[in-house]
C-alpha cells in the first residue's frame, strides 16, 4: 500500500526542534518555534494559569464532551477579549463563535467554511511572506492561495505600497488574510493609519478580511492596544472572520485553545453561519479539547486572575522587549558591526526578522549551534540575559 509514499520534508519550523533535540553539543540555543521562555531558558507557566489549574481541581470536573462549538463561557470571555466590551457586532448579536484549536485550528475550521460557501475560484490573499502554516492551511482546504507584498528587504520595513498596489489588483470579493499584530515572521505591523488605508481599500473591494490574531496583549503587554487593527474592521460594518489563539498570550500553546469568530450582518445570518460551522468542526473532530478552554475561561472571569494575567502579559512583553535592545546593543556597542541593526528593536512580538540568508543561518547553526528558520527568523523570547551575548557575536561572525 505504501510503496509509493514518498518522504516529506520536515517542517520548516517545527524540524528546527527536531534537529535542535538531535544535536548532541552542550552548548546550544534554540530560536526556532515561537513558545516563550523565562530567563534561564526554561518554559514557563504563567501563574494565573497554575491558579486556575488549582480552582479546577478543587472542584473535581468533569471529563464529559464539550458541545460542538466548545465552552460557551469560554467562547463569550474569548469574543469580549478581542472585541472589546463595547464591541458594536457582540452587542448586536451578529458574532457566530466555536472554540477551536489554537491558531492553527481555528483557521483550518476557517478555511473549510470558506471553500464550501464562497463562490467557486474565490482567492485567499495571504502576505509575502507570512507563516508557513497558512499557505498549507487554505491549500488543504481547497483555497487557492494568493501574495501580496507585505516585507520591504531594502528597509526591513513594511511595503506598504505593494501592498496596496497588490490588492487593488486583486478582484474584488477576496479573502484578506491579515495578521492583526505582531506579523510572524517579520514583527513589522502597519501604522494606525495604514490599517486605515488597508480597511477603506477592503470596504471599496468588498474583501473578506480574515485576522489571524495570535499575539494579542503578547506584543505591547496591552490587549487593547494590540486589538486595534481587529476592532478597527469589526466596528467598520464589515463582515470578516477572526482566528484567535491563546497558545502565546496565555501560555497554553499544547492545551490547543482558540476560537473562530465569524462576524455576520444580522442575527439570523449568525444562526446560519453558526450551524455551518459545527457540520464543518463535527466531522474533523468533532468538539474541541475541553483543559485549555477552561483554564482560559477561568483566567478571563475571575478578576483577580485576570488582572494577574495583565501583568504577567506585560512581564512577558517586557522581557522580549529588552532582550532586542541587548541583541542590537551588542552587536553595536561589543562587535561594532557595520551593518544596521535597527529592525531589531523596531519590530515588535515573538520574532525578529533578521536579515540573515539561508547560508549565515546554516553557519550558525553548525558553527555556533544556534537554531532558527532558515527565512532568517529568530524567536527573541529563547534570547535570555546569558546567551544574547553569544548569539550577537555569532551574527556578527557570519555579517562581517
Ligand atoms: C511559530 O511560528 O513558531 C509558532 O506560531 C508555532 C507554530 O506552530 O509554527
Known amino acids: 500500500f505504501w510503496a509509493n509514499v514518498q518522504m516529506g520534508p520536515a517542517d520548516p519550523i517545527i524540524g528546527v526542534n527536531e534537529a535542535f533535540k538531535k544535536d548532541p553539543a552542550e552548548k546550544k540555543y534554540l530560536l526556532g518555534v515561537g513558545a516563550y521562555r523565562d530567563d534561564n531558558g526554561k518554559p514557563y507557566v504563567l501563574s494565573c494559569v497554575r491558579k486556575a489549574e488549582q480552582k479546577l481541581l478543587s472542584e473535581n470536573v468533569d471529563k464529559e464532551y464539550l458541545p460542538i462549538t466548545g465552552l460557551e463561557s469560554f467562547n463569550n470571555a474569548a469574543v469580549k477579549f478581542a472585541y472589546g466590551e463595547n464591541s458594536k457586532p457582540l452587542a448586536e448579536n451578529r458574532i457566530a463563535v466555536a472554540q477551536s484549536l489554537s491558531g492553527t485550528g481555528s483557521l483550518r475550521v476557517g478555511a473549510a467554511f470558506l471553500q464550501r460557501f464562497l ?7 495571504v502576505p509575502k511572506p507570512t507563516w508557513g502554516n497558512h499557505i498549507t492551511i487554505f491549500k488543504d482546504a481547497g483555497m487557492e492561495v494568493c501574495e501580496y507584498r507585505y516585507f520591504d528587504p531594502r528597509t526591513n520595513g513594511l511595503d506598504i505600497a505593494g501592498l496596496l498596489e497588490d490588492l487593488k489588483a486583486a478582484p474584488d470579493g477576496s479573502v484578506i488574510l491579515l495578521h492583526g499584530c505582531a506579523h510572524n515572521p517579520t514583527g513589522v505591523d502597519p501604522s494606525k493609519e495604514q490599517w486605515n488605508e488597508i480597511l477603506n481599500l477592503s470596504i471599496k473591494k468588498n474583501f473578506l478580511p480574515f485576522l489571524d490574531v495570535a499575539y494579542q496583549g503578547f506584543a505591547s503587554g496591552n490587549p487593547v492596544e494590540d486589538a486595534y487593527s481587529l476592532r478597527l474592521f469589526a466596528e467598520s460594518g464589515l463582515q470578516m472572520m477572526l482566528a484567535q489563539s491563546f497558545a502565546k498570550n496565555l501560555g497554553l500553546y499544547g492545551e490547543r485553545t482558540g476560537a473562530i469568530s465569524v ?75 557595520k551593518l544596521k541593526w535597527n529592525h531589531i528593536t523596531d519590530q515588535i512580538g515573538m520574532f525578529c526578522f533578521t536579515g540573515l540568508k539561508p547560508e549565515q543561518v546554516d553557519r550558525i547553526r553548525s558553527e555556533y549551534h544556534i537554531y532558527m528558520t532558515r527565512n532568517g527568523r529568530i524567536s527573541v523570547a529563547g534570547l535570555n540575559t546569558k546567551n544574547v551575548k553569544y548569539v550577537a557575536e555569532a551574527f556578527h561572525a557570519v555579517t562581517k
Open 119 to 125: 463562490p467557486k475560484g474565490t482567492k485567499v490573499y
Open 263 to 337: 462576524i455576520c450582518s444580522s442575527p439570523e445570518e449568525k444562526a446560519r453561519v453558526l450551524s455551518q460551522l459545527k457540520i464543518v468542526i463535527r466531522s474533523m473532530y468533532s468538539s474541541p479539547p475541553l483543559n485549555g478552554a477552561r483554564i482560559a475561561d477561568k483566567v478571563m472571569n475571575d478578576p483577580e486572575l485576570l488582572s494577574l494575567w495583565y501583568s504577567e502579559l506585560k512581564a512577558m512583553s517586557g522581557r522580549i522587549i529588552d532582550m532586542r535592545k541587548s541583541l542590537r546593543d551588542h552587536l553595536e556597542n561589543d562587535f561594532n558591526s
